[in-house]
């Protein structure tokens, strides 16, 4: 079986309960066809770029799935045909991260290097 990290958007209509609940919809569709999910990231309601049929903001999720392709397939077409999820994506991945992803790593704004290459200083 092949290793896959998959990424979806859901609606800014939906509750946090509903999209765990698209969430364990579509674990069940993998398992069914003989793969297994591991991580799941609810990474929470975000602003997008641009607005997708509508909206300005959506829900998104990770999933870390270990799958047959036919699994995977079965997984998108039902997506395609829910109303609630605005984009997805699919990626097959050699290994799976360990530990959070970039997008749950907290990351501390005042650690970034300074342009000028000076040192942070209040302003007057």
Same mark, same amino acid.
């Given at each position: 079986? @092949? $290793? ?5 958007? =859901? ?10 609940? *698209?969430? %364990? ?35 998104? @999720? $990770? ?5 047959? =392709? ?10 395609? *045909?829910? %109303? ?41």
């Amino acid at each position: 079986m @092949a $290793l896959y990290e998959h990424v979806f958007l =859901a609606r800014q209509d939906v509750t946090a309960q509903q999209v765990d609940a *698209i969430v %364990e919809q579509y674990k069940g569709v993998i398992e069914e066809h003989g793969g297994k999910v591991g991580r799941i990231e609810n990474w929470g309601l975000k602003s997008l770029t641009y607005r997708i049929k509508k909206n300005r903001k959506a829900h998104y @999720a $990770l999933m870390d799935i270990d799958a047959p =392709a036919a699994a995977i397939h079965e997984m998108e077409r039902q997506m395609r *045909i829910n %109303e609630d999820i605005l984009r997805y994506m699919t990626i097959k991945v050699e290994a799976h991260e360990e530990g959070p992803s970039a997008m749950m790593q907290k990351r501390d704004r005042d650690d970034r290097p300074r342009r000028d290459g000076g040192n942070r200083r209040p302003r007057n």
